[in-house]
């Protein structure tokens, strides 16, 4: 255990690998900044027309992955479905089993975690819908309304808006 504490600062400081990154290009942010806004402006409509709230903060983190980084594997539709549909599913078992408040909360973020790895189905907005959840003190309605709802809402406006222009391609793989 000591030899772990020594360690520590030493892995802190990263491999020491420079690796420059990709040029940036205009156009695909451009893009991104377009669709993510028909994504958020989508889910808002059909709040409009449900005349009840389908938009959770998560979904603001899932678009900027789905529209600004649709090629990480993080947004790809298995994760970003998956990912939100366990971490809402775990808010409701702990707010069933436990209740809410910070133990609660952190539990509901650590389990959410835990599951989303063993399933394959990272998304780290996972964990914020996880929290929203729980201290939303929601119900088994949580999973349909707003979670799939507004994933789904989001996943097919990245399916179209990803794919409507030459410069991009999504989904690189379902499952």
């Known amino acids: ?18 690796r420059t990154p990709p040029p940036l290009s205009l156009k695909y942010a451009v893009w991104g900044f377009l669709s993510g806004t028909a994504g958020i402006l989508a889910i808002l409509a ?3 027309v449900a005349g009840h709230p389908l938009l959770i903060g998560s979904f603001g ?11 990480s594997p993080l947004a790809q539709p298995r994760n970003v479905v998956g ?6 599913a775990t808010a409701v078992a702990v707010v069933a089993c436990i209740g809410t408040g910070p133990v609660a909360i952190a539990l509901a973020v650590g389990l959410a975690t835990f599951l989303m790895y063993v399933t394959r189905t990272v998304h780290p907005p996972g964990g914020a819908t996880a929290l929203i959840g729980v201290q939303g003190q929601v119900g088994l309605s949580f999973l349909v309304d ?10 097919g406006v ?6 409507i222009v030459h410069h ?3 989904p690189e793989h379902w499952l």
Request: no cysteine; glycine share 8%; charged share 20%.
């Open 61 to 71: 983190a899932s678009a900027v992955l789905l529209f600004g980084a649709a090629e």
């Open 83 to 88: 990912g939100h549909l366990i971490s809402a």
């Open 168 to 170: 991009r391609h999504y």
């Open 158 to 163: 990245a399916l179209f808006t990803n794919n």
């Open 1 to 18: 255990m000591k030899r772990r504490l020594r360690q520590l600062p030493r892995k802190m400081k990263g491999r020491g690998l420079r």
């Open 46 to 48: 059909v709040t409009r």
């Open 146 to 155: 707003p979670v799939l709802v507004g994933t789904l809402i989001l996943l």
